[in-house]
């Protein structure tokens, strides 16, 4: 099984700044990753898939980016709304064992 | 517009069985998987497995296979998610999710309890 691991667990950021949100792979998944913002009592969002493309709506202050094992997401200006948990996802196998990390929590400083 | 819908919250007693759905609605739900993701009070998210509503081919997470059964009708645009035998450690938020890989349309979530 492919292990997802996010770092940090809890982010905690001010309105306005950016924010760094990264993603290792255990072993090489190309590009066949995914990101998704959770707000509380509520579904996933998709952000991201391949890694950098941004899902329909996605404002341009998020950007994703790596290859193979490391991945970020990032957040130029953080907007009040952009305060939620964050997960990444592989997609790499099949038959499907797809694995999500266990998220970064990204909170008001 | 593409819409998953589920059933509602679940209250049930450790042994007893569970199905809930997930009916979709704005696309040919025969022709794209439908997939299930757990989530456990205050935890991560757990993709269990999927289903292929035009031939009922399904695929499972190796940590759900044998504990759950994935369907879908489609002459009623309905995915399902059972148990035979609930255990307490059942108790979570389920979402279904269109897709096969990536999952860009969610239901809004059954919420299963399970007392022991």
Known sequence: EIVMTQSPATLSVSPGERATLSCRASRDIGKNLAWYQQKPGLAPRLLFTGAS??????????????TGTDFTLTIS???PEDFATYYCQQYNNWPPRHTFGQGTKLEVK | EVLLVQS??????????????CEVSGYTFKNSWISWVRQMPGKGLEWMGMVYPGDSETRYSPS????????????????FLQWRSLKASD???????????????????TLVIVSS
Request: hydrophobic fraction near 35%.
């Open chain 1, 53 to 66: 493309t941004r899902a329909t709506g996605v404002p341009a202050r998020f950007s994703g980016s790596g």
């Open chain 2, 64 to 79: 759900f296979e044998g504990q759950v059964t994935i369907s879908a009708d489609k002459s009623i645009d309905t995915a």
């Open chain 1, 77 to 79: 200006s953080l907007q």
């Open chain 2, 91 to 109: 108790t979570a938020i389920y979402y279904c999710a269109r897709g096969a890989d990536t999952y860009g349309f969610w239901g809004q979530g």
């Open chain 2, 8 to 21: 509602g919250a679940e209250v049930k007693r450790a042994g007893e069985t569970l199905r809930i759905s």
